[in-house]
């Protein structure tokens, strides 16, 4: 490797396998960290896909005669207590273009024996908050409701072992929360299979809060008692914030931000070790010397890649399992719906057994979605709740979802455009036991590889991209500890 003047040393190589918003994210993180440390460094950022971005991906549609609308395949927003993406935006210079939920709009529907049922104002997450809204409400009967009040009574778990979402919602909440409540919002998020899913890897706060304040509605109670003192309004911010020309800004604004080598079209086929480092065999026939590997591809792939070096940590990269999923937006004008629902969209439990697993009113949720008169709406489908609809073609699934979207808001005109997006083996599932798994899969892993994505400490946007930034931080830690910069000669 050429030697390099800033470090007295050689200069070091980095790999990130994965462009999406991971792999980009990384990328950035291993090029301003590097500067920071002054470590002489490049990088190469390989992506098997034909573009940047993975499942941020934004589509912006013009409708003659009515206007633009901004369709979002992916993710439409990121949370904001999670502070990572919204550090990155403003790192990158993007703040001033966040864009909030309209939250004085704010309100959900469940849908109950085919009819949407307003969510009881007050409750948040899974506990009520405000009492009298939850007990006029007839989403949960009176003896559920009951079932739910034993939670003050109901002793906590005092050990760490992990459990499934539905084990621990029914042990202090019961089964009609379970189904109402916890399934279609929880498990929803993760498009996961509550009797399969990790408390402790997606909602290890629950846990904290049973055993910190004895229950779950003592703990709600508590927090609403403690004195709020809000921020400057400049730096308010929704639950959920976006950015105003769609979440693909921030992948767009990292590409441009980056100075390393990028490779579309490119994928890894097969790692070898080579001295203290690797050597890649790329699909295009070269061949990529490199020092270290940050891994931002999907489990299975990076499975295939590192199990001539490390079988075992292959074993358990192999065994997370995926979901496929996808969403149908349609755009319709205002008056088209007769039954809008006033608020942010409906939720699907599965008990109700439909095609589709939920519909948001994008052009509600977010302003500049949909043009003024008009209606942009999203419906989910697949993951472990509707998996048959994958399998349905675009005509099929099309007149399947516009069958649900007539009985839930009395909708009969065609649509002004509709967009289908399918996501095959897309969203990983966070099983009982996965941080344990984790832990096993890291330590077995060759020293110079490092995991991070959705499949992993997290799957939303915010997680992601701490997960670059740690791997980043870590690689470029280690590589400048095994070639330490050199100081300044004097002249």
């Keep these: 490797m050429a030697e390099s003047i800033l470090s007295g040393g050689p200069r070091r190589h980095v790999t990130i396998i994965g462009g999406g918003i991971t792999g980009l994210s990384a990328a950035y993180y291993v090029q301003r960290t590097a500067e920071k440390a002054g470590l002489a460094l490049d990088f190469t950022l390989l992506e098997r896909g034909e573009r940047w971005g993975g499942k941020v991906l934004t589509e912006r549609v013009d409708v003659p005669g009515v206007g633009q609308f901004v369709v979002e395949a992916g993710p439409d927003s990121f949370i904001t207590h999670k502070p990572w993406a919204l550090a990155l935006a403003a790192e990158l210079g ?38 009298r809204p939850f007990i006029l409400s007839p989403l949960i009967s009176p003896l559920g409701k009951l079932r739910m009040g034993l939670d003050l009574f109901i002793r906590p778990r005092r050990d760490d072992g992990d459990e499934t979402l539905a084990e621990f919602v029914t042990r202090r909440l019961g089964a009609e929360a379970l189904d109402r409540i916890a399934e279609p919002l929880l498990s929803g998020i993760y498009n996961a299979d509550a009797e399969r899913q990790s408390l402790m890897a ?40 976006t950015f105003r020309a769609g979440t693909d800004a921030l992948t767009a604004t990292l590409v441009e931000r980056l100075r390393g080598d990028l490779r579309l079209r490119t994928s890894v086929e097969r790692i070898a070790r080579s001295g203290d480092g690797y050597t890649l065999e790329l699909s295009d026939g070269a061949r990529l010397e490199t020092d270290a590997i940050v891994m931002a591809a999907p489990s299975y792939a990076a499975a295939e890649l590192v199990r001539p070096l490390a079988p075992e940590a292959a074993d358990g990269l192999a065994s997370i399992r995926y979901v496929s999923t996808g969403t149908i937006s349609l755009a319709y004008r205002a008056e088209d719906l007769r039954r809008p629902l006033p608020g942010f969209g409906l939720v699907i439990p599965r008990s109700e057994r439909r095609p589709i697993n939920a519909v948001t009113i994008c052009s509600t949720k977010f302003d500049g979605r949909a043009p003024e ?38 909708i009969e005109a065609e649509p002004l455009f509709y967009r289908i997006y399918r996501w095959r083996e897309a969203n990983p599932q966070y099983d009982v036991g996965h941080l344990g798994l984790l832990d096993r899969i890291e330590a077995a892993l060759p020293a110079g590889i490092t995991l991070a994505g959705s499949a992993y400490r997290g799957a939303g946007m915010p997680d992601c991209i701490h997960q670059a930034q740690l791997a980043a931080e870590r690689t470029v830690a280690e590589l400048s500890a095994s070639h330490p910069v050199s100081p300044a000669q004097p002249a």
Excluded: C, I, W
């Design 94 to 131: 993007l703040d001033e273009t966040l864009l909030g939920t309209n939250d004085h709009l704010r309100s959900n529907f469940v849908l109950k024996h085919g009819k949407p049922v307003l969510l009881p104002d007050g409750v948040f997450m899974l506990v009520p908050t405000k009492f």
């Design 373 to 410: 008169g008009t209606v942009l709406l999203r419906a989910f489908f697949g993951g472990s709740r509707s998996p048959q609809s994958m399998a349905l073609d675009d005509a099929t699934l099309l007149a399947t979802v516009r069958a649900e979207l007539k009985a839930y808001l009395g």
């Design 202 to 241: 997606t909602f290890p706060n629950f846990r904290q809060m049973e055993q910190t304040h004895g229950s779950l509605t003592r703990a709600m109670l508590a927090g609403q008692r403690k004195p709020k003192t809000p921020p400057p309004a400049r730096k308010r911010t929704s639950v959920f914030t």
